[in-house]
C-alpha cells in the first residue's frame, strides 16, 4: 500500500512541477522584451518606409512649396523666389474593407388581381486588418490600399520677374499643371528688392 501511495504522490509532484514549468513558460512568453534597439529599429524602418513621404499636411505644404520654388527658380526670368502652398484637405488613407450586399424582391398578389413588389438591399462592411509593422498579423493596422495626398487649394508666388507679363503667365502655367489648381488661386507678385 505505502507503494501506492507513494505512487500517487509522485504523480501530484510531476503534475504539479509540469504546472509550475508550465506557467513559467507562458509569463516569459507574453512578457515583452525591450533591449533598447527595437525602438531605435521600428522608427528607422518607419522612416525608410515613407520613402520620402512626409506624414503631416504642415510638413507636406512646406515639402510641395519647397520643390515648388526650387522648379521654379530655375526657370528664365523668375529670378529669386518665395512660395506659399495652402491646402484644401488634409490627406486620407483609404482601408480595404470587406463587403457583403444582400438584396431581396418580393412579389405579392392580392385576391383582386393586383400585385405589389418589396424590394429590399442591404450591405455591410467590415475592415480588414493586415499585418503590422513587426511583421505579425496581429490585427492591430488596417490594411491600406491607397493613401491620397492632400488638396492643393491655392499657390502665391513672389518672383523677382513677378512684374513681367511673360514670366508671370509661365509661373501660372507651370502651378496649374503641377497642382491642377483654377487661375483664380494662384497670385503671382513681384519681389520686393530691399
Known amino acids: 500500500m505505502t507503494k501506492g501511495k507513494g505512487g500517487s504522490t509522485w504523480l ?18 507574453t512578457l515583452p522584451v525591450s533591449d533598447g534597439s527595437g525602438e531605435s529599429e521600428r522608427s528607422g524602418a518607419a522612416g525608410e518606409q515613407s520613402g520620402g513621404v512626409l506624414p503631416g499636411e504642415e510638413d507636406y505644404a512646406e515639402y510641395m512649396e519647397r520643390k ?4 521654379l ?5 523668375v529670378g529669386e523666389v518665395e512660395v506659399m502652398v495652402t491646402l484644401r484637405s488634409t490627406s486620407e488613407k483609404v482601408v480595404e474593407k470587406d463587403e457583403e450586399k444582400e ?20 450591405s455591410s462592411g467590415t475592415t480588414v486588418f493586415g499585418e503590422d509593422g513587426s511583421g505579425t498579423s496581429s490585427g492591430q493596422e488596417p490594411y491600406v490600399t491607397k493613401e491620397l495626398t492632400p488638396t492643393v487649394e491655392g499657390v ?3 518672383a523677382q520677374g513677378g512684374d513681367e507679363p511673360v514670366t508671370v503667365q509661365n509661373i501660372t502655367e507651370a502651378v496649374q499643371a503641377l497642382f491642377n489648381v ?3 488661386k494662384i497670385k503671382v507678385m513681384k519681389l520686393n528688392e530691399n
Open 182 to 184: 483654377d487661375t483664380h
Open 156 to 158: 502665391v508666388v513672389i
Open 68 to 71: 515648388l520654388k526650387d522648379v
Open 103 to 122: 438584396s431581396e424582391t418580393v412579389t405579392e398578389q392580392d385576391s383582386q388581381g393586383g400585385t405589389r413588389t418589396t424590394s429590399r438591399n442591404s
Open 12 to 29: 501530484r509532484k510531476d503534475r504539479l512541477l509540469i504546472l509550475l514549468l508550465s506557467g513559467v513558460l507562458l509569463l516569459v512568453i
Open 73 to 77: 527658380s530655375k526657370v528664365s526670368g
